[in-house]
């Protein structure tokens, strides 16, 4: 097959005589890759805001709550509380060994002051590996709380950047002192979390319960697993995990009530398998859209073919063979595809474009985003570009084989 200058001439006079035929088919075909990459676009969109919520903490975080039973087992009442202890930590540490970082959470809020400044905040009390647990707590001043200020019941904490600003303004407050009520804590870092405009103030879990709680009991558990990739090990891990508790606490271990995990590598791979399957079903939609597009240039090229039958006719009559007529007819069909898909992609891409900045301008500040960088990247366009071109392939081959199989005579004879 053989293409020359002359064949874009030609091509490009049977557009001219053709021009309202051809935009209007042409319009077709930017319209459905316009929607197509609006729809990829929606759907990056949504995973990527909704990825952005998993970045506050690891994705193989395991989070567990004691709760109360719902079942009489072993001639022990339902409704009976479950308490975690020391010891179950230490059993965690022992019985997995994919567990690597972990971590007992106090939760606690009450009313903090500097001053004359003060204001409600909510606290924690964590240990050391809670930092490496919570990717997105990022230390803007000082220092984190460190296993000295664990083992010596410190009163050291770290504020989140609100609390900085609210008690202290532009003072430089590390080193400082705050007080909750009659209890002294010393200020020896301060961080920031994601999206997150008022995370918890940060204490040694010894000192935060101590002051709070006053029990030996833990309300939380967070600990990180490594291996954890498939739905399928997630399931084994958290039967196993239910199984020690129940056995160690006297709990059914079908007691669904008795305790609480919250798994945020399983949570992740759903997550993953949903905005895969919506994902592929924007696919489908907007190659649908674009295929009525594709049916347009099929239907253009089957007029232009029976219009210039004769013209093929004399051709063949000259020496024209069967290929080069199906060149002609299939390039003209891949130019019509690829000149209106790509006016269609560059207005998809450049909505997105203006939308994204539109988002970028007036930055979220919610906790939970849920839409977010709604743009393309370059292997879409990659893709949409060869989907066009295979598309225009298949839109012009059925009509110019057609046009292959006219005898001189036939064509002569046509009107």
């Known amino acids: 097959m053989r293409i020359d200058f002359n064949s874009f001439g030609e091509i490009w006079g049977t557009i001219k005589k053709n021009k309202l035929r051809t935009f209007l088919t042409g319009f077709a075909v930017s319209w459905g890759i316009f929607l197509l990459i609006i729809l990829v676009s929606i759907g990056n969109g949504v995973r990527n805001g909704i990825s952005s919520n998993f970045t506050s903490m690891s994705q193989n975080i395991v989070d567990i709550y004691p709760r109360r039973t719902s079942e009489v087992y072993k001639g022990l009442p339902k409704g009976r509380p479950i308490r975690f202890t020391a010891k179950d930590l230490q059993r965690l540490r022992n019985e997995f060994p994919e567990i690597t970082l972990i971590s007992p959470i106090a939760p606690a809020s009450g009313v903090f002051s500097y001053k004359n400044q003060s204001g409600q905040f909510s606290a924690i ?53 705050i007080n909750m009520g009659d209890i002294v804590l010393q200020v020896v870092g301060v961080y920031k979390r994601g999206n997150n405009d008022s995370p918890p103030l940060l204490g040694p879990f010894s000192t935060i319960q101590a002051i709070f709680s006053g ?43 008795a305790m609480s995990i919250w798994n945020h ?25 674009l295929m009525a597009g594709v049916v347009g240039v099929s239907n253009i090229m089957l007029i232009t073919v029976k219009e210039r039958t004769r013209e093929f006719g004399i051709r063949k009559a000259l020496g024209a063979t069967p290929n080069s007529i199906i060149t002609l007819v299939i390039l003209e069909s891949i130019i019509i595809m690829t000149v209106f898909g790509y006016i269609g992609m560059l207005m998809g891409i450049g909505l997105t474009e203006l939308f994204n900045m539109a988002l970028e301008s007036g930055k979220q500040s919610s906790d939970v985003v849920l839409f977010r960088d709604p743009t393309v990247n370059t292997s879409i366009a990659l893709m949409s570009t060869l989907v066009m071109i295979v598309a225009g392939l298949f839109a012009g081959y059925f009509p110019a084989r057609n046009a292959t199989k006219i005898t001189p005579v036939e064509a002569m004879r046509a009107d």
């Open 265 to 289: 590598a399983a949570d992740f791979i759903m997550f993953n398998g949903i905005m895969n399957g919506m994902i592929l079903f924007l696919w489908i939609v907007g190659l649908a859209s």
């Open 125 to 177: 009390g964590v240990t050391s590996d809670y930092a490496k647990i919570n990717l997105d707590a990022k230390l803007t001043k000082g220092r984190f709380i460190n296993e000295l200020d664990e083992r010596e019941r410190r009163k050291s904490v770290v504020i989140p950047a609100r609390m900085k600003e609210v008690l202290f303004g532009d003072e430089d407050p590390i080193g400082k002192f």
């Open 215 to 257: 029990d030996v009991y833990i309300r939380q558990i967070a600990f990180a697993v490594r291996g954890l990739d498939t739905q399928e090990k997630n399931d084994a891990f958290e039967k196993k995990l239910r199984a020690s508790f129940a056995r160690h606490h006297n709990f059914d271990a079908e007691d669904m009530s």
